[in-house]
């Protein structure tokens, strides 16, 4: 079964970091460019980061350009997404997807990001 | 880099038709033909319903149709069921920026009356 769960979410205070994770299972993961979307409360979809298949090209929303960096360890068949300097306004559901012909064709059931004093 | 503009709602009776219409630019909608469709049910994660302006998944229902036209997508839903009540987002790819990215629509919630 085609699979991707993430985990590494919480509740944070503004101006720490956080590393979420991805755990593919059940295709070949070094053949896929992956991605993160997010989705704050009440909102709609956001894309964040995406990534090559071999890692050699990653691009980001301009908004996000400097905090956030997504990376990937096709040996652990794992993405991750490092979120820096955290915002009350990065609080959403975090969620890993896989690019299939330039669409999101699988996605993870999604890790809840809480940044509050 | 702007989202794409969708309608807020979008309703109707079990068995009409309904068409979702994303609204871009010729940066991206006009420009791309990398438009997707995703479904998403409260407290769920989004679902592939079409990619490639197009073209249907596997499994997703013949009753889901994605169409273009100059800078606007449509969606449209045939013969409308219960379980299609959710909402709906479009995306595509952009060139606004000098690297390009994604972009989503707003969304639109689908009522089934």
């Known amino acids: 079964e085609v699979q991707l769960v993430e985990s590494g979410g919480g509740l944070v205070q503004p101006g720490e970091f956080l590393r979420l994770s991805c755990a593919a299972s059940g295709f070949t993961f070094n053949s896929h460019w992956m991605a993160w979307v997010r989705q704050a409360p009440g909102k709609g979809l956001e894309w964040v980061a995406n990534?090559?298949?071999?890692?050699?090209?990653?691009y980001y929303v301009d908004s996000l350009k400097g905090r956030f960096t997504i990376s990937r360890d096709n040996a652990k068949n794992s993405l991750y997404l490092q979120i820096n300097s955290l915002k009350a306004e990065d609080t959403a559901v975090y969620y890993c997807?896989?690019?299939?012909?330039?669409?999101?064709?699988?996605w993870g059931q999604g890790t809840t990001v809480t940044v509050s004093s | 880099q702007s989202a794409l503009t969708q309608p807020a709602s979008v309703s109707g009776s079990p068995g009409q038709s309904i068409t979702i219409s994303c609204t871009g630019t010729?940066?991206?909608?006009?420009?791309?033909?990398?438009v997707s469709w995703y479904q998403q049910h409260p407290g769920k994660a989004p679902k592939l319903m079409i990619f490639g302006v197009t073209n249907r998944p596997s499994g997703v229902p013949d009753r889901f149709s994605g169409s273009k036209s100059g800078n606007t997508a449509s969606l449209t839903i045939s013969g409308l069921q219960a379980e299609d009540e959710a909402y709906y987002y479009c995306r595509s790819y952009t060139r606004i920026s000098s690297l390009g990215g994604w972009i989503f629509g707003g969304g639109t919630k689908v009522t089934v009356l």
């Open positions: 010729s940066s991206d909608v006009g420009r791309y033909d990398y």
């Open positions: 997807t896989r690019d299939y012909d330039r669409a999101l064709d699988v």
């Open positions: 990534i090559k298949t071999d890692g050699t090209e990653k």
